[in-house]
């Protein structure tokens, strides 16, 4: 649980080869790491209170792979794998402070994001019948959860073992406006080649749920600049176009002969700045939700026979992120609305699509599309899914 007493011991172990400096750590939860600990911020900036609730930082090691978590927002705050050359190598934005993601809990780094994930139109739905009123955040539409979603909240974190760290958030009936008391368990679980999130819930109403976890990754390492020359593939062939507020249309299209075919490894880059196409203008590049092929649920020891739904490779690093999953779409988000103005952790500071987001969830506005797979949750059902974000490098 939440100890408070952090001991942070600044011993310098050894610099091997290029690998940054590695120094013995304990992290919130009492446990030592020790690995590419320089890359690491330091727990002590994680201690405060959130609506009166400890915050802290936690981490996970395995192998030549750490993650760092803190439980206001569930957020992934460092994920550090090893690039081409063997240099730890940390692949997703974040800050060093708590206080700087209290500061800016709406950028969303690394949070997990609920009760759903993207928008609602209109910040309303109906179900059995009955209108649900949410809060407007985002022009005429809701998003991510609301004025204070999952993103901004204090979970209670509990370290398993040093690969393992469960996070629960019990969510009131009406929080944003949602019906039913929901019961949320997030576990990420480091193996020895990446990073699984397991996401549970049950309901005492019927809701509607869709979590993800919304990190910012740039694979040549975070604040290196431009994710343009990136590669990316996407297995879907289809794609959910939105109109002008981001909201999908409805229709499924096809992404042949446009900027939206992933099908085959292309820059990021390539493409986003096609004027001519509508949607790349809605988006401000691409902030659009693929159609994945493979929708398919399977247990999370099924995942490699789904196939990855993303594999994205850093041009400068040569890792490679394979993103699997038993969710049926992806949101690609380039990083348009970054701006320069978030102090990355290591005195580095985002800028203009310098980090991408794959968020693996339902189909943005699904409660308002019943043509869209349902995000309906029952009592008596229980909410399970699972994503997993694998490491190489070539
Ligand atoms: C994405 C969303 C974007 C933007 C971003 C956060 O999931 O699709 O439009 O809101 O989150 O800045």
Same mark, same amino acid.
């Given at each position: ?34 690995? !590419?600990?320089? /890359? ?9 209170? !959130? ?22 927002? !569930?957020? /992934? ?45 209109? !910040? ?12 407007? +955040? ?33 969510? #009131? ?115 659009? *939700?693929?159609? /994945? +092929? ?47 103005? *978030? ?38 059902? #229980? ?6 974000? #694998?490491?190489?490098?070539?």
């Amino acid at each position: 649980m939440n100890n408070r007493i952090v001991i942070f011991s600044a011993i310098l172990l050894a610099a091997c080869g290029n690998n940054p400096s590695s120094r013995t750590v304990t992290d919130t939860a009492g446990a030592r790491t020790v690995t !590419a600990v320089s /890359l690491l911020p330091d727990p002590d900036n994680f201690l405060d209170t !959130a609506d009166g609730q400890a915050t802290g930082l936690y981490f996970l090691h395995n192998g030549n792979l750490t993650a760092a978590i803190t439980n206001y927002g !569930a957020r /992934l705050v460092s994920l550090i794998v090893p690039d081409k050359n063997g240099t730890p190598t940390d692949v997703v934005l974040g800050y060093d402070s708590i206080g700087k993601y209290l500061h800016r809990p709406d950028t969303y780094f690394g949070a997990i994001v609920g009760r759903y994930g993207n928008r609602i139109g209109h !910040a309303r739905f109906k179900l059995n019948g009955k209108e649900y009123t949410l809060y407007k +955040n985002n022009g005429p539409n809701t998003l991510h959860g609301g004025k204070k979603g999952f993103d901004a909240v204090v979970w209670n974190a509990r370290k398993l073992d040093t690969t393992t760290l469960r996070l629960t958030y019990i969510s #009131k009936d009406g929080e944003e406006g949602y019906p039913g008391n929901l019961q949320v368990t997030v576990t990420y679980l480091l193996d020895s080649n990446g990073l699984r999130i397991n996401y549970e819930a049950t309901t005492d109403k019927p809701t509607v749920l869709n979590l993800t976890n919304h990190s910012y990754f740039n694979l040549n390492g975070q604040g290196t600049g431009t994710i343009g020359n990136h590669t990316l593939q996407l297995n879907a062939n289809y794609y959910t176009p939105v109109d002008s507020t981001l909201i999908p249309t409805g229709k499924i299209e096809s992404v042949t002969g446009t900027p939206f075919d992933f099908t085959k490894p292309t820059a990021i880059g390539a493409r986003i700045n096609d004027s001519a196409n509508r949607q790349i203008k809605f988006g401000h590049g691409y902030d659009h *939700n693929f159609v /994945l +092929n493979t929708v398919k649920l399977g247990p999370p020891e099924g995942y490699e026979e789904h196939g990855p739904a993303a594999i994205a490779t850093g041009d400068l690093s040569g890792i490679v992120m394979s993103v699997y999953t038993d969710q049926p779409g992806i949101q690609f988000y380039s990083g348009n609305f970054l701006n320069g103005t *978030n102090p990355l952790k290591g005195g580095k500071t985002d800028g203009y699509r310098t980090a991408f987001c794959l968020e693996t969830q339902h189909f943005p506005n699904s409660p308002n599309e019943p043509s869209f797979p349902s995000t309906v949750l029952k009592p008596g059902e #229980k909410y399970s899914t699972w994503t997993y974000f #694998k490491f190489s490098t070539k």
